[in-house]
T-cell receptor, first 113, second 112 residues
């Protein structure tokens, strides 16, 4: 079963708007990662946030992590049509589990021009 | 840099046939992984390896075998394919520690 649950399952916005996706998980983690998947392609890593970090930025991306609530959010600011993709959160339980990732079911983001 | 390369990209099998999916990485990564992705779902881990000569089971290992004879290659085998194994298979690799995984573009496998 999937550890992560993502919300919403689908999101449709206009170009220039902000997009927020949420992820919840169940067990303790070493870090949490966000990936993007364009249709028919592999996953591309976006950002990694460690369990002792609360917020991280990368370009137009902002990720928050609340380990007390076991939740994370991904904010994409000033969205572009090229941001249209599926976004997945994944949790890494650490080296003792081989840094294996457990994925959520993803959010399908559509950015309309 | 090619990164993570998966072959073949597409394959159609009949029930009961066997095949091997190949994953090759040129980043000298220690860890490698095989996932499957079914429609509308995230990735689920089949098997993984934390070093040459080592393998371990993931979340959904039944019906699959793997081998890591060389550091750069990770092979996924289906001994007797079943329709339930129709899926998109992704390979990934990474360095130890708080590092991201690097993914291939996937192998689309249909079993009739």
């Amino acid at each position: 079963s999937q550890q992560g649950e993502e919300d919403p399952q689908a999101l449709s916005i206009q170009e220039g708007e902000n997009a927020t996706m949420n992820c919840s998980y169940k067990t303790s983690i070493n870090n949490l990662q966000w990936y993007r998947q364009n249709s028919g392609r592999g996953l591309v890593h976006l950002i990694l946030i460690r369990s002792n970090e609360r917020e991280k930025h990368s370009g137009r991306l902002r990720v928050t992590l609340d380990t007390s609530k076991k939740s994370s959010s991904l904010l994409i600011t000033a969205s572009r049509a090229a941001d249209t993709a599926s976004y997945f959160c994944a949790t890494d339980a650490g080296e003792t589990s081989g840094s294996r990732l457990t994925f959520g079911e993803g959010t399908q983001l559509t950015v309309n021009p | 840099n090619a990164g993570v390369t998966q072959t073949p990209k597409f394959r159609v099998l009949k029930t009961g046939q066997s095949m091997t999916l190949l994953c090759a990485q040129d980043m000298n990564h220690e860890y490698m992984y095989w996932y499957r992705q079914d429609p509308g779902m995230g990735l689920r881990l089949i098997h993984y390896s934390v070093g040459e000569g080592t393998t371990a089971k993931g979340e959904v290992p039944d019906g699959y075998n793997v081998s890591r004879l060389k550091k750069q290659n990770f092979l996924l085998g289906l001994e007797s394919a079943a329709p339930s194994q129709t899926s998109v298979y992704f390979c990934a690799s990474k360095d130890p520690g708080n590092q991201p995984q690097h993914f291939g573009d996937g192998t689309r496998l249909s079993i009739l």
